[in-house]
């Protein structure tokens, strides 16, 4: 087995992107890391393990702080190829704070690193080509405006911590920062449901692939859950991203949260493989 790190996106890209294609909603993740542009990729880790034929075996990226994102080609895991990419890591005194992967993948180089780890999350990857009729909640479907900037980070940041992510995703000032960023342009991927003028739910469309677009950040602050609001908002930002062109729609789901799950499949969406997330003892 032989490891060989990328420089850049572009060269991850051109020696990754067909295997990554053969599962394309597994790895919308590896897939946005490929296409980003280079000048932002600074202290990025992309890499694909070659067997003796020289055949990509392995693929990972990790974008620090963020856990290490494997793929395992034809979703076969190969042993070998997971100790060359460990082996690597532990030369290079790379520090990995924990890995996001298909289970099986995951567990198996959680083991072969040999550090205490503890499963974070156990999620399912979940694709949907048409939308279900359902039954809508009573309010208005529309795009996030600037006028929304006094609640949105708060609701991210209430997102991400309930997601439990990293610390950084946690910060308030992380999420003020990328909401000012974005600034009028927050309105193409950002959508709210609105009730007697109230938005009540939050959704994102993001990380587009060839195909597909994700749909992210679902979020209902407390006081406004179980009246279908966020059912209803999944729904029609699936049809947008269906409506842009897309063939089909893709998101985490919590594997652990049936109602969540159930919600999903009546809007019409199904499994299309287990991640989990394990974090690393540091």
């Not at 793929?71 to 690597?88: K, T």
């Not at 950084?168 to 000032?173: F, K, R």
């Not at 009730?195 to 679902?218: F, H, Q, Y």
Request: glycine share 6%; hydrophobic share 45%.
């Amino acid at each position: 087995m032989r490891l060989k790190k990328y420089a850049s996106p572009s060269e991850f890209k051109a020696a990754a992107f067909d295997a990554l294609m053969t599962q394309e909603v597994q790895n919308n993740l590896l897939l946005m890391f490929a296409h980003t542009p280079d000048e932002q990729a600074a202290g990025w880790f992309l890499s694909v393990v070659y067997d003796e034929n020289s055949a990509a075996s392995l693929i990972a990226a990790m974008t620090p702080p963020h856990n290490i994102v494997l793929f395992a080609v034809d979703n076969a895991v190969n042993g070998d190829a997971i100790c060359a990419l460990v082996d690597y890591l532990r030369s290079s005194e790379t520090t990995v704070p924990g890995v996001l992967a298909e289970t099986k993948l995951a567990h198996s180089f959680a083991e072969a690193m040999g550090l205490d780890y503890a499963t974070a999350h156990d999620q399912y990857i979940m694709q949907c080509d048409e939308v279900n009729p359902i039954k809508a909640a009573g309010g208005t479907f529309r795009p996030a405006e600037t006028t929304d900037f006094y609640f949105l980070p708060y609701w991210s940041t209430a997102f991400s911590t309930e997601c439990r992510l990293n610390e950084i995703e946690c910060s308030l000032d992380y999420h003020i920062s990328n909401t000012v960023r974005w600034g009028a342009a927050i309105s193409d991927f950002t959508f709210l449901w609105e009730v007697d003028g109230k938005p009540v739910a939050m959704a994102k469309l993001a990380r587009a692939t060839e195909n597909g677009i994700g749909v992210t950040c679902v979020y209902t602050p407390p006081m406004y859950r179980n009246k279908g609001y966020a059912q209803t908002l999944v729904a029609q930002a699936s049809q947008l991203g269906l409506n842009r062109g897309k063939k089909f729609c893709f998101l985490f789901a919590d594997a652990d949260n049936p109602v969540s799950c159930g919600i999903y499949r009546k809007i019409g969406y199904h499994v299309v493989c287990k991640f989990a997330e394990l974090r690393f003892a540091q």
